[in-house]
């Protein structure tokens, strides 16, 4: 019977050791989230594997899109500065369309009369001329109507790129908060609010710089549509 009796608990202790071991090991877990959260690793203060691996994949494309990829905004874009440009040559051609048709009606009457036309021929070629400047200056301005747009349809593409990532690291922390709050282990309980409470303070945060990437998104967008309405030349 005695026998019987330690064999039982040999059997007992053998089930509860790895228990218990779990069960400390899962705290060590939750302590080592701390130590990442006052050492502001976001990612890592996750103390769950599968949400920490995501939350690190996408944190990854945050810093590439958001970080390492260049300037998002298109602020520094004015297609107003170009539809004015645009305007002024439009209105000079207009001009010198018409001063070169009366020089050139003014010519054939002056040779129909029989009287000299170098005065006038001389005036021709010098609106010639001016026009022929005109128009390198128009292909300038083509150029450079093309570049606005390569340069904002670039800044969209990554600003499109962080908002989403950005949004994707958000929806992790969210569910990671949920999973924390209903955590019942009486050892865990108080680090998971302490890391709840840290989480919804950069939560915060985040969503300025998220917010500040959507206003981004909507102004390249605006401006592209602005320099899609340009006049042509």
Same mark, same amino acid.
């Given at each position: 019977?005695?026998?019987?009796?330690?064999?039982?608990?040999?059997?007992?202790?053998?089930?509860? %050791? #790895?228990?218990? !071991? !779990?069960?400390?090991?899962?705290?060590?877990?939750?302590?080592?989230?701390?130590?990442?959260?006052?050492?502001?690793?976001?990612?890592?203060?996750?103390?769950? !594997?599968?949400?920490?691996?995501?939350?690190?994949?996408?944190?990854?494309?945050?810093?590439?899109?958001?970080?390492? =990829?260049?300037?998002?905004?298109?602020?520094?874009?004015?297609?107003?500065?170009?539809?004015?440009?645009?305007?002024?040559?439009?209105?000079?051609?207009?001009?010198?369309?018409?001063?070169?048709?009366?020089?050139?009606?003014?010519?054939?009457?002056?040779?129909?009369?029989?009287?000299?036309?170098?005065?006038?021929?001389?005036?021709?070629?010098?609106?010639?001329?001016?026009?022929?400047?005109?128009?390198?200056?128009?292909?300038?301005?083509? $150029?450079?109507?093309?570049?606005?747009?390569?340069?904002?349809?670039?800044?969209?593409?990554?600003?499109?790129?962080?908002?989403?990532?950005?949004?994707?690291?958000?929806?992790?922390? =969210?569910?990671?908060?949920?999973? !924390?709050?209903?955590?019942?282990? #009486?050892?865990?309980?108080? %680090?998971?609010?302490?890391?709840?409470?840290?989480?919804?303070?950069?939560?915060?945060?985040?969503?300025?710089?998220?917010?500040?990437?959507? $206003?981004?998104?909507?102004?390249?967008?605006?401006?592209?549509?602005?320099?899609? $309405?340009?006049?042509?030349?």
């Amino acid at each position: 019977m005695h026998r019987t009796s330690s064999v039982i608990a040999g059997v007992v202790l053998s089930l509860l %050791l #790895p228990l218990a !071991a !779990a069960g400390a090991q899962d705290v060590k877990t939750w302590e080592n989230a701390l130590n990442y959260m006052q050492d502001e690793k976001g990612c890592f203060s996750i103390p769950y !594997a599968d949400a920490q691996s995501t939350c690190s994949r996408k944190q990854d494309e945050v810093n590439k899109w958001c970080k390492n =990829s260049g300037p998002f905004n298109c602020d520094t874009v004015d297609p107003k500065q170009l539809q004015r440009q645009i305007e002024t040559l439009k209105t000079r051609r207009d001009e010198l369309t018409a001063e070169r048709g009366n020089l050139v009606k003014a010519a054939k009457d002056a040779a129909s009369a029989k009287q000299p036309t170098q005065e006038i021929d001389a005036s021709i070629a010098k609106v010639d001329a001016a026009i022929a400047a005109l128009n390198n200056s128009r292909a300038v301005l083509e $150029r450079q109507v093309l570049e606005a747009s390569r340069t904002c349809n670039e800044r969209l593409n990554i600003a499109k790129s962080c908002r989403d990532y950005r949004a994707n690291v958000q929806e992790v922390f =969210s569910g990671v908060r949920s999973r !924390a709050n209903n955590e019942t282990d #009486p050892k865990i309980v108080p %680090l998971a609010r302490r890391l709840i409470a840290w989480w919804d303070e950069r939560y915060r945060s985040h969503e300025e710089q998220l917010s500040a990437v959507k $206003r981004a998104v909507e102004t390249c967008e605006r401006v592209l549509n602005e320099i899609g $309405r340009l006049g042509t030349f």
